[in-house]
């Protein structure tokens, strides 16, 4: 306690030092949460983070999440330092696209408007015509669609299929999938939900299709977050990364929210909706990426490709619907 105790005070006085605020995701853990919210930084879902780094004064970025959010930092604000706690916290989603196939699939069906969702590297992003992260995906689709364009979608193949199902969009999918997501379990979720028949089933749709259809609301972190706090019930059952009961819980002190099980739930793994990487950003790697900066924390993207990559993300910052 009081060596976190220290870290924090000295977090606080090298983001002041350096101009620098933290940007951090609801999957990061509670303490680092807390202390984006306490040094006037942001805690959001990918979407925000996004935006709530470009247009941020702060010389220097620090972004607390995953490798893609830091990239997409610094795509949007070439000119600023963006640092991450470790460049080893990747994606699973990013990691299971790697351009050259990614490529070589969008060149396959050059009539396809290309969709990727925001958890990809910087060069999939180049390849693509738009970029999406779970909060705008469906009301972009939906427009793509209305415009009578057809959609090749990647990589995540749950979260694809949801949209498909929902706007009706003639889609065709990279067949990647989220490591946490992928393990919400449909009979176990059913039978939680005879324990607890009140409680209202919130999803992620980076889940699996049968977990989505159990679902009371469907949505991205923040449209989750939302739906615990609008909805009359007083107990959840949540199907996503367990670091957004932080926020939760925060907003709503007097509800119950309650992880939907996994795979490994039970006597062998209590919490095993947490993404390892997310689990990266402590806050001792925080204070060490803002002290020392370098190969080891800060963000490079090669500048032709950040150009190209630049416009997908743009449109979608600029979606209006
Ligand atoms: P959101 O865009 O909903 O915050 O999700 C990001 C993510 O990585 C989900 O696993
Ligand atoms: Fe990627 Fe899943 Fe982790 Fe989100 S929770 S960053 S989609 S691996």
């Given at each position: 306690e009081q060596e976190q105790a220290a870290y924090k005070a000295r977090i606080?006085?090298?983001?002041?030092?350096?101009?620098?605020?933290?940007?951090?995701?609801?999957?990061?853990?509670?303490?680092?949460?807390?202390?984006?919210?306490?040094?006037?930084?942001?805690?959001?879902?990918?979407?925000?983070?996004?935006?709530?780094?470009?247009n941020h004064t702060a010389d220097t970025l620090i972004v607390a999440?995953?490798?893609?959010?830091?990239?997409?930092?610094?795509?949007?604000?070439?000119?600023?330092?963006?640092?991450?706690?470790?460049?080893e916290a990747t994606c699973s989603l990013d990691i299971g696209c790697p351009i050259e196939e990614f490529?070589?699939?969008?060149?396959?069906?050059?009539?396809?408007?290309?969709?990727?969702?925001?958890?990809?590297s910087a060069a999939v992003k180049a390849r693509a015509d738009w970029v999406v992260t779970s909060s705008i995906a469906l009301d972009i689709v939906d427009h793509l669609d209305a415009e009578g364009e057809t959609i090749l979608w990647g990589p995540d193949k749950h979260l694809g299929a949801y949209i498909q199902k929902q706007t009706g969009a003639d889609m065709i999918m990279w067949q990647g999938a989220c490591v946490v997501h992928d393990e919400f379990k449909t009979k176990a979720l059913e039978d939680l939900k005879k324990v607890y028949p009140e409680a209202a089933i919130l999803v992620h749709p980076e889940s699996p299709a049968?977990?989505?259809?159990?679902?009371?609301?469907?949505?991205?972190?923040?449209q989750l977050i939302k739906a615990s706090q609008e909805m009359p019930n007083e107990t959840f059952i949540v199907a996503t990364d367990r670091g957004i009961f932080y926020k939760m819980q925060q907003l709503s002190p007097e509800k119950h929210f309650i992880e939907a099980p996994t795979a490994g739930s039970g006597a062998t793994c209590r919490s095993c909706a947490h993404c390892p990487w997310m689990a990266m950003n402590g806050l001792v790697a925080i204070a060490e990426a803002l002290e020392h900066g370098g190969k080891a924390h800060e963000i490079q993207v090669d500048p032709a490709l950040a150009e190209k990559a630049m416009k997908p993300l743009q449109r979608m910052l600029n979606f209006k619907n």
């Open positions: 606080k006085q090298l983001l002041q030092e350096k101009n620098a605020v933290l940007v951090a995701h609801y999957y990061t853990d509670p303490e680092i949460q807390a202390l984006a919210e306490e040094t006037g930084g942001c805690v959001s879902d990918s979407l925000e983070m996004a935006r709530f780094g470009a999440g995953v490798k893609f959010m830091g990239e997409t930092a610094k795509i949007l604000t070439p000119n600023k330092t963006v640092l991450m706690p470790t460049l490529s070589a699939f969008c060149d396959a069906h050059p009539e396809r408007t290309v969709v990727v969702y925001a958890n990809t049968p977990v989505v259809e159990l679902a009371d609301a469907v949505g991205s972190t923040s």
